[in-house]
């Protein structure tokens, strides 16, 4: 019986020794055949031509774990999100239990937060982006009577537009003799014109808007800057707008409708307009003298609404807010991953009397718009 069970056991080592090398082998002939076909794959990349349409790789930052490293021909200065801290920077300890506003709504239903007043610390943010040696991109279109909002924005911003960081402005204008010659910048900040034509209408100078920004990222932003920010010149600045409210898309809730349920909403409603949005979509209103991100995310918007724009032209259509309607149709279906307060678009014929504002940081002056649009 002994001898009888011992054979079965050598039996069994045999058996298993085969299976094991035979596992073995074909695990050894799968690596070496992908091997192959790696440097196989490897060779003809190698020997792939550089030309415009297919730019060499080699140097070109990448912008994000798992993103390309370059889209639509164009590359994207790298933009690190990890947020590190100096050892001797000790920060306030944030209470699970003790939210810090409990009047407003401080995060979005997909988890985006809103900033407000009292919902970040300003030592703490500045510290993780500060490190990173950031340029800012700001536009700003200041065409016909507007100009003469230009120098007050300016002034506003040096004390209080992302103070600290690299800003480079870009001034959109038909007459560059009147953009402001003596103002002087802070260090590491720079202003660029650039000339566009006189346009018929004032709805034209919203409506090509998209389009302008778009080439201008084409052209050079995209080389120069790591974020973009669009911003309105009847504007001034009151306080921090900081680098609280970078993020890859970011946009601003209107102050005239946070208060109103979607349904009041001015929406573009016909369906002729490639922005127009169903009365049960939509989360919030996003005003459109400001907003902004990361180049590549800012570009894919602005090229987005310029095709819409030219959609609705082909067919004599006009949304009802011009580029602010296309805005807001684009951020219905891409969600903005940080949304400003109101704080940061206020508008000063409101009053300064809403409960819920602790500190306006930007906001529009109070102007004759009849008297300032020189067309109707």
Same mark, same amino acid.
């Given at each position: 019986?002994?001898?009888?069970? @011992? ?19 074909? =695990? ?36 994000? @774990? ?16 990890? $947020? $590190? ?10 209470? #699970? ?7 407003? #709504?401080?995060? !979005? ?25 950031? !340029?800012?991109?700001? !536009?700003? %279109?200041?065409?016909?009577?507007? !100009? ?20 480079? +402005? ?8 009147? /953009? ?10 720079? #202003?660029?014109? $650039?000339? /566009? ?6 709805? @034209? ?18 080389? *120069?800057?790591?974020?973009?920010? =669009? ?26 409708? +946070? ?5 009041? +909403?001015? &929406? *573009? ?7 127009? $949005? ?7 209103? +996003?005003?459109?003298?400001? %907003? ?37 149709? &684009? #951020? ?45």
């Amino acid at each position: 019986m002994i001898r009888k069970c @011992e054979h079965w056991l050598l039996a069994l080592v045999i058996a298993g020794g085969m299976v094991l090398c035979w596992l073995v082998f074909s =695990c050894c002939t799968s690596f070496s055949r992908n091997h192959k076909l790696d440097r196989q794959d490897s060779g003809v990349n190698h020997h792939l031509p550089e030309t415009p349409e297919t730019p060499p790789l080699q140097g070109i930052p990448r912008i994000g @774990e798992g993103l390309s490293e370059y889209v639509e021909g164009l590359t994207w200065r790298q933009v690190n999100n990890q $947020v $590190v801290l100096n050892h001797r920077l000790q920060s306030n300890q944030a209470k #699970l239990m003790e939210p810090v506003r409990t009047d407003v #709504l401080t995060v !979005t239903p997909w988890l985006a937060p809103i900033v407000w007043e009292g919902t970040f610390d300003p030592l703490v943010i500045d510290e993780a982006f500060r490190s990173h040696t950031l !340029t800012i991109a700001t !536009t700003v %279109f200041a065409v016909g009577k507007y !100009t003469r909002f230009l120098r007050d924005f300016l002034e506003s911003s040096e004390k209080h537009f992302m103070v600290g960081l690299d800003v480079h +402005y870009y001034v959109f204008t038909d007459l560059p003799g009147d /953009v402001p010659s003596n103002m002087t910048l802070g260090v590491g900040r720079l #202003l660029s014109i $650039v000339r /566009v034509p006189k346009f018929d209408r004032w709805q @034209e100078i919203s409506l090509r808007r998209m389009e302008l920004i778009q080439t201008a990222i084409e052209d050079h932003i995209h080389r *120069e800057a790591h974020y973009i920010f =669009c911003l309105d010149v009847d504007m001034m600045f009151h306080g921090r707008v900081g680098s609280e409210v970078l993020g890859r898309l970011v946009a601003a809730i209107h102050p005239w409708f +946070y208060m109103y349920p979607r349904s009041q +909403y001015p &929406y *573009e409603r016909r369906a002729v307009s490639t922005a127009s $949005v169903p009365q049960d979509q939509g989360d919030f209103y +996003y005003q459109a003298n400001i %907003f902004g991100g990361v180049l590549e995310d800012v570009h894919r918007l602005t090229k987005t609404c310029r095709e819409n724009l030219e959609v609705d032209k082909s067919v004599g259509v006009e949304a009802v807010w011009q580029e602010e309607s296309h805005l807001n149709w &684009y #951020l219905v279906k891409n969600k903005p991953t940080k949304l400003l307060s109101p704080e940061y678009v206020w508008d000063d014929a409101r009053g300064r009397d809403a409960k819920e504002i602790k500190l306006v940081r930007f906001s529009s002056v109070i102007k004759n718009k009849a008297e300032v649009r020189e067309n109707p």
